[in-house]
């Protein structure tokens, strides 16, 4: 029993530790994050000045702007340390919208907290661990120091003989305990009022975000249907027509292998064909469920193989370091194809650049042409089954095609959706 409550004991001393350094890891970023928030909020205070002056609503777009910037940083840095905070998507930045913007007002209050508040705690608890090693370590190097600069940390006294390194190692081991004591309780302080002023879902409507889960659940069933309808189509009217045609084939070689052999041999050959159509089809069908060539060579040799079978020139610039889910890869690599398809047969373009890359934990593609335009969703363009397998994801899908160009396709995917 009481080694059974030893081990206990030492398991939550190992737990502790753990956490101590994981918050030690944490606090130089949240000091990084005030430290700019300082200087928005400088530059927020500063316009507002000249405001009285009339230039200060030139520069208020900026510190709106800036105050997006350091709050999607932090959302970034509070993202690595747990779960993800969503941001609450495109912000305004004119200073009447950003003013009656709910979410833009609570980073506002966030910012304001962060720059003073916020710097105060973490540049004490980045300096703890300094103080404590700096001291702990003066009677290594304290003889060769220069008259009069031998001192603590604080310099509160100097130091010249060994009884005042022991106290200046005394002190140390004060900025130690600590270091220990309030290290932990200041990040978890900052990265709890930061998820609570920056994380989307802490002001989003929940009825509203309920509608546009059905919404987006619906229309997921409906390009699941659609998706079905396609398959059992190509099946139906290709592959199974086929297979119909060889055995018609077969029977008709059986009956004539004997009174014409020569005549058997060309229906075998006819009959050879069509089974060989037939299994392409089926191969196609099948690349259209989940292409193989996404779990054989990944996304980027996935859209590398698309540029190389497209009818109109096109460059890839594919980013992304890890591998995003299944079904993510599969609705980018499908949007690609179908902006491809449109361009090659609607736009009449002579270059498509398709660009991916993750940013904030999204995937986000980009397919851009130079053809003619005037693009829609309508018109039995495919984008329409797109949006939907996007919408599946929680993601957006953007569209723009003004009349004479270029075409610009976009999307933003969450990566491990």
Known sequence: MEEASQQH?????RSRGLAVLV??????GALGTA????????????????CVVGVGLLFVPAAVGGLHAVADRERSRLGRWGTEVLPPGPLPVRPRAAAADPATRRELRWLTGHATGGLLLSTIAVLLPVYAVRDLSFPLWWWAVPPGLATDSLTLWEVRDWPGVLLVVGLGLAWTALSLLVTRPIAALLAWRGRQLLDAAAGTDLSLRVAQLTATRAGALDAHAAELRRIERALHDGTQNRLVAVTVLLGAARRAAVRDPAAAEEILERAQSAAEQALAELRTVARGILPPVLADRGLAGALTGLAVTSAVPCTVDVDVPVRCAASVEATAYFLVAEALTNASRHSGAGRVAVSVHTRDGRLCVSVTDDGSGGATEGGGSGLVGIRRRVAAHDGTMTLSSPPGGPTTLTAELPCGS
């Open 9 to 13: 004991s030492d398991r939550a001393h």
């Open 23 to 28: 918050a030690l890891e944490q606090l130089p």
């Open 35 to 50: 430290l700019l928030a300082l200087g928005v909020l400088l530059f927020g205070l500063l316009s507002a000045v000249l």
